[in-house]
């Protein structure tokens, strides 16, 4: 009796050819870019360099040759991708935000502000760096708006407010990576609900501000980050009327007031006339953005 023939092993691939047969699955697959990511190449290079451990800086590894365990642990990911919608952020559980590396989760937002590029030119020429030493940030998240701050301006203390106390861990998780334990206080705070008699130079938010009807008809994607960072009202203005009519008392002289309401901006406009919004650009994309002065702000 013949012993059976041996089925041949399947070949290798280089990691460039499985960037680029995982990124004609998502193409195909119609799969939401939006969380870090634009496109599928970049997005599937992200989960490959996961699957396979290897560092994202390194442009030799794309001609690394990929062994079959390799191929078929991508594939499960690029799958899992596909199937369940999950952003690829929460697959890897990183994420970079302002040049920084971050540790993320479901219990956080996926950072991707465009707040970022201020925080890399140190808010400037809306303020002097060499003066700020007080940062406010809302709705911190993952820390990685407070981080970023405390790592561009190292003059300055950062209070960290969140509502949500899983957020709040993410944070911490963050802070200790960042080794900025003795510049960023992390607080649980509804707003400005537990910073009674606080002053600041700048204060920056990235609020929810998705209304109901965009909330009904986001992208899978979207149902994957917690409602609680997203939802905002019927209009989206909820969180944003909060720190409109507050932030006042919080600011110093001259201090700034940051706050993204991305695609809610034409609702801000049309609610409040009367401010002198200045809405802010961005060489990388992104807006919703608006800065306004201490002075500006009603009382």
């Known amino acids: 009796m013949r012993a059976a023939a041996k089925r041949p092993p399947r070949p290798s691939c280089t990691v460039r050819a499985l960037i680029e047969r995982s990124a004609r699955r998502l193409h195909r697959a119609g799969v939401f870019f939006g969380h870090g990511t634009d496109n ?57 935000f302002a040049g920084l590396r971050f540790r993320v989760d479901r219990r956080v937002l996926i950072p991707r502000s465009p707040i970022a590029e201020l925080i890399e030119r140190r808010f400037s020429p809306w303020i002097e760096p060499r003066r700020v030493r007080r940062i406010l940030d809302v709705g911190t998240g993952s820390g990685c708006i407070a ?12 209070d960290a407010v969140d509502i949500s106390p899983e957020a709040l861990e993410v944070a911490a998780s963050n802070v200790r990576r960042h080794r900025v334990g003795r510049r960023v206080r992390l607080i649980r705070s509804d707003h400005f609900g537990a910073l009674a008699g606080e002053r600041y130079d700048i204060i920056v938010a990235n609020p929810p501000y998705v209304g109901r009807r965009e909330m009904s008809g986001l992208p899978l994607e979207y149902r994957h980050e917690p409602p609680l960072a997203l939802a905002a009202g019927r209009e989206g203005l909820d969180s944003v009327r909060v720190i409109l009519r507050e932030s006042h008392a919080y600011l110093r002289p001259r201090g700034l007031l940051i706050v993204e309401v991305g695609n809610t901006e034409t609702a801000v406009r049309r609610a409040y006339e009367r401010l002198p919004f200045l809405w802010l650009e961005f060489e990388r994309g992104g807006g919703g953005v608006f800065l306004l002065t201490a002075e500006q702000l009603p009382r």
């Open 147 to 158: 981080i970023a701050c405390a790592k561009a301006l190292p003059r300055a203390h950062v």
């Open 40 to 96: 599928a190449w970049d997005d599937a290079a992200a989960l490959v360099l996961h699957a396979l451990d290897l560092p994202q800086a390194d442009s030799a590894i794309y001609a690394r040759r990929v062994g079959v365990r390799g191929v078929d642990r991508v594939n499960a990911l690029i799958t899992r991708r596909i199937d369940e919608r999950i952003p690829a952020v929460y697959l890897t559980g990183e994420t970079w």
